[in-house]
């Protein structure tokens, strides 16, 4: 005997909610017990019309004509194939799907006994022998239970690569996670997520949850700003991060002479030459520098002298004060010598001190010399000159106009 799927119109929802019509779902009919063994149904009493398989909902889910021949499964789906529920068994003689509640039936219990409630809603049934428990009456929740909540626990409620999240409107809305996103809190809608591409890392905003902060630089570290976590570059080579109150965001790369009181700032190398100029460096970065200098030659018995380049030019005039024993001089003993006629070789720290004072320059000599005769003298001198003038400069060379090789390495110190 052919029977009609009742009520004579049932609409579906997603998940069972009124809020969101199952526009152009999708309803399948298989033989009952069956792994999806296709099985017709008819938009006429007669069943001489077989429908499409699936049957498929109008834009506000409703069903169409839907003549039953016996018993079926049914499944539905939404219109891009997400499955809402799968029933056995329908039409059979225990099974209600979709009907008005009616007073007189004894539902049994689970998924395969579905009403429509004078509330609106359908109601899935809670126990077995459920006689004259309206749905709709809310002193009756052991007896039902919406159909919305039903489907939520027991089917999947949203899309692949997609979590589930409270909803304000709907009670449940799926986020879609993307490649690469990360999921954070959002005060409007709950969850939301946000995409991170290739060298970027989440961090925590006040306004979004979670933003991408791009550190793909080579690097780059993520330091705070007070509002949002920012990218800070990387420094300077041989700069170090240190506390910075002054900078946004709290850091700062300095010279690593700020840290440990040196930094080398340029190098000399000469086999031999008239005269060796260190200039390279000298700056108002420091006040004070250290020349360190090694393997120290000139010819025959002669000294190596220094001269210091003040206001812009080396002085040549008299002005000098050495106090290894000269009062005035045109030029400062960096190493002196041991006589004899031979080679001179020697090594020496040479320091100068408030370069870009406006005062008077001081300097100091501590240094080293040999010559084959053998015979070894060491040279320590306080050094001054009257001059004014920034100290940009210092200037060796042989006493006797011989060439000057070694290697001089010029080095900052801290600023005082």
Known sequence: MATRLSNPAPQFFYNGTPAAPLSGGLMYFYVPGSTLVAKDTYSDNSLSVPNSNPVVLSASGVLPNVFLDGAYRVVLKDK????????????????????????TITYGMGGTNIVYASDGYYYVSLQANNLGHDPANNANPTWWQNQWDYEAKNQQIVAAKSIAVGNAT?????????????????????????????????????????????????GSIIAGNGTVPAALAAGTNGYVLS???GQTTGLNWIPVAAVNGWQLLSTVTTAGAATVDIETGFSSTYDNYVILACNLTTAGTESILARWKLGGSYITTSTYIDASGSSTATSLVAVGNAGGGAT????????????????PKTGRTSSQSAVATPALIGTNAAHYNSNTGVLSGVRFYGSSGGNVGGTFALYGVTKT
């Open 80 to 103: 891009d194939g997400v499955q809402q529920w799968d029933r056995d068994s329908v039409n059979s003689i225990n099974d209600i799907i979709g009907n008005d509640w009616d007073s």
């Open 170 to 218: 709907t009670g449940l809305a799926g986020v879609a996670i993307a490649v690469g996103a990360v999921v954070a809190g959002n005060a409007t809608n709950g969850i939301q997520a946000t995409t991170l591409t290739a060298g970027y890392v989440a961090i925590g905003n006040a306004t979004n949850g979670l933003a991408g902060v791009n550190i793909n630089t080579k």
């Open 344 to 359: 001179v070789t020697g090594s020496m720290e040479y320091q100068v001190f408030g370069v870009n004072s406006g005062l």
């Open 243 to 245: 506390a910075d109150s």
